[in-house]
């Protein structure tokens, strides 16, 4: 198996415009997580998904954000607007809730920079 | 108050130390603890897992959980330069609720 892939490693924009990442989960599982990482904060849950619907975004952090899952196979993050304070590293994770331990499997991260 | 509360270091200890990691949590109801290990660039992957409490050992890893204290610990024997990374604990809870609250991380570092 792949893995969770999420094919941008970098990413960088302008203040003021949308930004969109993608994150593809591994193959059979039923939950999808966003997550961002800073120094300060460490890592934060956005959202996650199960069976494609969300069902916690209690972590985005306002309506600049959104997410969304149209298949089994791909979500999206998107920042319209973008602004430097969103500048962070996104990772997208998934897992398989019948196994019971909560095991995730990260993707590698997009980093996002907002200049 | 988070949740979870972990030292964000950074540690430097020398190779062959014994390392010892930490983390205190406020939320009773977590039943799953997990040490997660984060290299540079990467993406957190699952290193150790408990359920409840007690102590479950792995190679040269040991994960301790006391429940009473709220007061989970990850040991390193031995320790090593690849064992450099940052190390993350992280909490869930049974019954399949998938939700986990990861601490913030102590990095640590191994010096040859």
């Known amino acids: 198996d792949a893995g969770v892939i999420q094919s941008t490693r970098h990413e960088v924009t302008e203040m003021g415009q949308e930004v969109t990442l993608r994150c593809k989960p591994i193959s059979g599982h039923d939950y999808l997580f966003w997550y961002r990482q800073t120094m300060m904060r460490g890592l934060e849950l956005l959202i996650y998904f199960n069976n494609n619907v969300p069902i916690d975004d209690s972590g985005m952090p306002e309506d600049r954000f959104s997410a969304k899952m149209p298949n089994a196979s791909f979500s999206t993050l998107k920042i319209q607007p973008s602004e430097p304070r969103d500048s962070a590293v996104y990772f997208c994770?998934?897992?398989?809730?019948?196994?019971?331990?909560?095991?995730?499997?990260f993707g590698p991260g997009t980093r996002l920079t907002v200049l | 108050q988070k949740e979870v509360e972990q030292d964000p270091g950074p540690l430097s200890v020398p190779e062959g130390a014994i390392v010892s990691l930490n983390c205190t949590y406020s939320?009773?109801?977590?039943?799953?603890f997990m040490w997660y290990r984060q290299y540079s660039r990467k993406g957190p992957e699952l290193l150790m897992y408990?359920?409840?409490?007690g102590n479950k050992e792995d190679g040269r890893f040991t994960a301790q959980v006391d429940k009473s204290s709220k007061y989970i610990s990850l040991f390193i024997r031995d320790s090593q330069p690849s064992d450099s990374a940052t190390y993350l604990c992280a909490m869930g809870y049974s019954g399949g609720y998938q939700k986990v609250t990861f601490g913030t991380g102590t990095k640590l570092q191994v010096i040859p």
């Open positions: 939320n009773s109801a977590f039943q799953y």
């Open positions: 994770a998934s897992s398989f809730g019948g196994t019971g331990i909560n095991e995730q499997f």
């Open positions: 408990t359920y409840s409490s």
